[in-house]
T-cell receptor, first 115, second 108 residues
Framework: DAGVIQSPRHEVTEMGQEVTLRCKPI?????LFWYRQTMMRGLELLIY????????DSGMPEDRFSAKMPNASFSTLKIQPSEPRDSAVYFC?????????????FGSGTQLSVL | QKEVEQDPGPLSVPEGAIVSLNCTYSNSAFQYFMWYRQYSRKGPELLMY????GNKEDGRFTAQVDKSSKYISLFIRDSQPSDSATYLCASNTGKLIFGQGTTLQVKP
């Protein structure tokens, strides 16, 4: 059974460029989460979706960040324009919405470096 | 103040030692408590899951929650080098909030 699949694994880009991160959740899961991890701030929730609908985007740092979930099997996180302070590991996770304990399953992450 | 606080360590112990990892939280509404383990260059994976106060044991791992003091603990018995990882505590009221993570190294 495939887990959460993220692409790309690594992304190196220059300041000002657009970056798109992709995620395929586990089949049957209807909640999807985007997290960002840095040494300084740890693992931070950016946004999460239930049944493809954004529920809480209060963690999105600013308007440069946007996330979409056009269907149950695909989500994107876009940064435009990117800045060096966006450098981090971005994780996607999925779970069953009915699971009140939110047992999350994480992908392997995208290591983003903005030069 | 972060909702879930955790000492980042690092913590280094010899193989076979008992490890104690701890977190505190501030939100009295938290009911579900989890420990995730994260190996280097990997995503976190769920290790232990408890609801409300009490203990839960799974092999060498014991999770403990004390809601009166808002304290979460994870104990690892007979620690192994393969336990070397970052351990993150987490809790939620609608969305999952993680602690900073404690990096553990178990030396052979």
């Amino acid at each position: 059974d495939a887990g959460v699949i993220q692409s790309p694994r690594h992304e190196v880009t220059e300041m000002g460029q657009e970056v798109t991160l992709r995620c395929k959740p586990i089949s049957g899961h209807n909640s999807l989460f985007w997290y960002r991890q840095t040494m300084m701030r740890g693992l931070e929730l950016l946004i999460y979706f239930n049944n493809n609908v954004p529920i809480d985007d209060s963690g999105m740092p600013e308007d440069r960040f946007s996330a979409k979930m056009p269907n149950a099997s695909f989500s994107t996180l876009k940064i435009q324009p990117s800045e060096p302070r966006d450098s981090a590991v971005y994780f996607c996770a999925s779970s069953l919405a009915r699971d009140r304990g939110q047992k999350l399953f994480f992908g392997s992450g995208t290591q983003l470096s903005v030069l | 103040q972060k909702e879930v606080e955790q000492d980042p360590g690092p913590l280094s112990v010899p193989e076979g030692a008992i490890v104690s990892l701890n977190c505190t939280y501030s939100n009295s509404a938290f009911q579900y408590f989890m420990w995730y383990r994260q190996y280097s260059r990997k995503g976190p994976e769920l290790l232990m899951y408890t609801y409300s106060s009490g203990n839960k044991e799974d092999g060498r791992f014991t999770a403990q929650v004390d809601k009166s003091s808002k304290y979460i603990s994870l104990f690892i018995r007979d620690s192994q080098p393969s336990d070397s990882a970052t351990y993150l505590c987490a809790s939620n009221t609608g969305k999952l909030i993680f602690g900073q993570g404690t990096t553990l190294q178990v030396k052979p």
